[in-house]
């Protein structure tokens, strides 16, 4: 645009200068060309610089060729190194996009689990967490129909809390605690699910056998200071978590049924993408560390 | 030119190209046969050092095979250019850094022992466009990089503007300001340092 304007301000002289080398090689427009023309015929200097220019260029077009000292033919040995490194390279940016995507995902689960639980625990009860051996005996089927209505009122006592276990309300419980526990998905996961844990667990008190990827790791977030709840020992959750894909269908209808039903599954796919990142972001390092050792 | 020859390289490129595209490593190597003078040769002037220039070129044709796949259409040969001018620009930014080496090149000029295609010329002769290389070599190196390699491409490969501005990834219209300049500048060059051409050489004045 402002190449209009430049060319405007400069002298017939200082035009027909920077256009020589176009004029050489034939590439001015008709117009250009013949401006040239007129301003060479009067311009002295222009002539000369001209005609400089045309021996230069064929100077230019004289120099030698050079033999080449070597071949660069690519070896056939040379060829498959070269296509491993293509196919390594491509792999290792298809698994840092992959580690990333995995990543982001945790973090917006994670996230969205975390602020529904917020939002959730706000109206349900004030519940002392239980321990766990003395809530093994106290739960039955009929309990866990009655808790839809038996949620709502806050009971220190054992069976209204655990009764509800399977229902809304032991959602609600259960989301009270891992509001404390939040963000850090394993941990959130272990300590989420004994209330539900224990209300099918009645009867057969499990052995905490440690799952190898649930233990409990410290958590680096701050915890909301929530000074009703005693922070439980997680120690015989571990164990629990085992026997929660046993639990009774007693599903809420309705349309956050669909909602509740993958909130239920939200910390096994949390646990889940959790273990994923870990082990596609080591994959990433230990290839990266690799790729620059060779 | 022979234009049917013409005609019939230009089909045996396309097919060495899409075979090398699929990792043919044979058509590759054809495809080197036939530009591995023109890449020797653009980098030697760029770089004006036999080893620097070998590196590059070998670099680029390593890395051209590689990102093949990556090649869509066009020229090949400009394609193939922009990449030797990539690996040009890094053995500059290398030599950058380790500026000692150029005192080596002014001791042992490779351009004009035994290097040269042409012997079928009397000693004389020889020697005669041995100084006159030396000289246009000098004033290449005296150019910015961009330019230089603009003048390379137009001037010693004869390549057409629509080549150099896909050779280099720039617009036409950058192309001729920089091989305007990059003349003017050789020119002004070769003027000012008359004593280093051969007289018959010397650029007449008006």
Partial sequence: MFDFLKRWAKTEHELCQGDLSAFLDGRLTPKEHSRVERHLEECAACRADLEALRQTVALLHAMPVMKLPRSFLISAGEAIRQRQVQRRRLAYAYLRAATAVATVLL??????????????????????????????????????????EAWMQPSPELSTIVAPAESFGASEAEQTEAAQNALDAQTSEVRAVPSKAFATAAGSPVAPTAAPTATPRPTSTPVPPTPAVPVPSPQPAVGEVQDRGQLPPSLPSGPWAFLDVLRGFLPWIELALALAVALLLATTLWLHRRQRLV | MHEAVGVAQAVDERALVAAARRGDAQAFNRLILTYQTLAYNVAYRMLHDQDAAADAAQEAFISAFRAMRRFRGGSFKAWLLRIVSNACYDQLRVAQRRPTSSIDDMLVDP?????????????????????????????????????????????IQGLSYEEIAQATGVSLGTVKSRLSRGRARLRDYLQREQELLPRRYRLRNG
Avoid at chain 1, 133 to 139: C, D, E, G, N
Avoid at chain 2, 117 to 126: I, Q, R, V, Y
């Fill in chain 2, 111 to 155: 351009d004009h022992s035994t290097v040269l295609t042409d012997h079928a010329e009397s000693p004389e002769d020889h020697a005669v466009r041995q100084d006159l290389a030396r000289a246009i070599q000098t004033g290449l190196d005296r150019l910015p990089p961009d330019q230089r390699a603009t003048v390379i491409l137009a001037d």
């Fill in chain 1, 107 to 148: 973090v917006l689960v994670v996230s969205g689990d975390v602020t529904l639980r917020y939002q959730a625990a706000r109206p349900a009860p004030r519940v002392s967490r239980l321990r766990p051996a003395a809530t093994t005996m106290l739960v039955e089927t009929a309990a866990v129909e009655k808790g839809q």
